[in-house]
T-cell receptor, first 114, second 113 residues
Framework: EAGVVQSPRYKIIEKKQPVAFWCNPISGHNTLYWYLQNLGQGPELLIRYENEEAVDDSQLPKDRFSAERLKGVDSTLKIQPAELGDSAVYLC????????????FGPGTRLLVL | GENVEQHPSTLSVQEGDSAVIKCTYSDSASNYFPWYKQELGKRPQLIIDIRSNVGEKKDQRIAVTLNKTAKHFSLHITETQPEDSAVYFCAANAGRGAQKLVFGQGTRLTINP
């Protein structure tokens, strides 16, 4: 079974430029998560989707971050414009619907903003 | 909201010895506590989890204990091996039945040969 796929794996951009990350969850997983992981820290939830609906986006900085999950499968996370402090690893995870379900993580996209 | 504290931040043990990592949580309604292992540059992977209806769970060399009264849970690794070297994260769900996980800050475990 294929795991969660993310692309690109690495991205280097200059500040004020836009950037987008893509995630393909495990087949059949209705729930999709985007996490931010700063160096030396645990993942922090940015947004959670149930199918195509964003059900928890309270920690998403909506002035510059946006996300979508068209058709309830793949998802994209966008930052526009990027700031130096956005340098981090952006992790996507997916799970079956319901509570206490294992979240499976993708390899992440490592973003460096110069 | 839920807050998870993890200690120690770094841990170094001799191969073959045991390692213990401890976490505390703040929301007494939390009922799901997974542990993830993340090797350098790799994705976090679930190694064991525990639900609030049990006090201990074991899987080969790995065990997790939960004390609901004190709101803390611990990861125990016995007979450590070099491949156990990684960063370990504890997490708790943000309230009973919640799908949102709140992670601890991580523990970098080094196994010395």
């Amino acid at each position: 079974e294929a795991g969660v796929v993310q692309s690109p794996r690495y991205k280097i951009i200059e500040k004020k430029q836009p950037v987008a990350f893509w995630c393909n969850p495990i087949s059949g997983h209705n729930t999709l998560y985007w996490y931010l992981q700063n160096l030396g820290q645990g993942p922090e939830l940015l947004i959670r989707y149930e199918n195509e609906e964003a059900v928890d986006d309270s920690q998403l900085p909506k002035d510059r971050f946006s996300a979508e999950r068209l058709k309830g499968v793949d998802s994209t996370l966008k930052i526009q414009p990027a700031e130096l402090g956005d340098s981090a690893v952006y992790l996507c995870a997916s799970s079956l619907a319901g509570s206490e379900k294992t979240q499976y993580f993708g390899p992440g996209t490592r973003l460096l903003v110069l | 909201g839920e807050n998870v504290e993890q200690h120690p931040s770094t841990l170094s043990v001799q191969e073959g010895d045991s390692a213990v990592i401890k976490c505390t949580y703040s929301d007494s309604a939390s009922n799901y506590f997974p542990w993830y292992k993340q090797e350098l540059g790799k994705r976090p992977q679930l190694i064991i989890d525990i639900r609030s209806n049990v006090g201990e769970k074991k899987d080969q060399r790995i065990a997790v204990t939960l004390n609901k009264t004190a709101k803390h849970f611990s990861l125990h690794i016995t007979e450590t091996q070099p491949e156990d070297s990684a960063v370990y994260f504890c997490a708790a769900n943000a309230g009973r039945g919640a799908q949102k996980l709140v992670f601890g800050q991580g523990t970098r475990l080094t196994i010395n040969p």
